[in-house]
């Protein structure tokens, strides 16, 4: 029998900060995406907790190796980063990022990604959500700092992200404008305030399904399903495109 090739799964890749990194955990939104697009796509996790678009637009062409080239292997990429950079300069300057740094940045991701073979109609942008600051306040205090984000001040990277995406052309999912809509109780997406709760995670499931679901669609079942396997001889059927 002639040699046949590797199997190639493509991929949905989710770069981001700890609200990335978190999203495998049960009911996680990463994870719910991974069991949506099993036997068609690798769903991969590159969320670093922490993380802000600085530190990650250094990184990102590390993460992209040379089995990324192709742009057929890369479905999607998610970029989420925005909850760190908007951090309050004069409480957490470790991970602020100023606002107009932190819009460059996004841009350069789109770069980054192009010119990796990543067409920017496969990128989404995911602002930060909203910040719960009473909450968020209680778990500065057990670490032993102040508080040290505003969910206004959230809000205007949120708003830059967006303007960062029409500018790119890509498109965006604006959780911070979503959450609080209609004046919608946000603090029931949020566990501490920051991170998202069972239902945030939910939520971000079922609003980035949107807007994945048609760069996904046509991606093959990959291997023929188990009842259409040649019994009497399988590698006729698994061994050949």
Known sequence: MSKCRA???????????????????????????????ARKCDVVNRGLSGYNSRWAKILLPRLLGPQDSTESHIAAVTIFFGANDAALKDKNPQ???????YSENLKEFTKILGSAGVSTDKVIFI????????????ECIIKGCALNRANSVTGQYAQACVEAGSQCGVDVLDLWTLMQKEGKDFTE??????????????????????????RV?????????????????????????
Do not use: M
Not at 223 to 229: E, H, I, Q, S
């Open 7 to 37: 199997v190639v799964w493509p991929k949905v890749i989710l770069f981001g900060d700890s609200i990335t990194q978190f999203s495998f955990q049960p009911n996680g939104w990463g994870a719910e995406i991974a069991n949506k697009l």
């Open 95 to 101: 991970q602020h990022v100023p606002l107009q740094e």
């Open 127 to 138: 602002t930060p959500p909203p910040i719960h600051e009473s909450a968020w306040e209680k």
């Open 189 to 214: 997406y949020l566990c501490d305030g920051l991170h998202l709760s069972q239902k945030g995670n939910q939520f971000v499931s079922e609003q980035l399904w949107r807007l994945l679901e048609r």
């Open 217 to 241: 669609k046509d991606l093959p079942f990959i291997l023929p399903y188990w009842a259409d396997v040649d019994a009497a001889s399988p590698e006729i059927s698994l061994l050949c495109d």
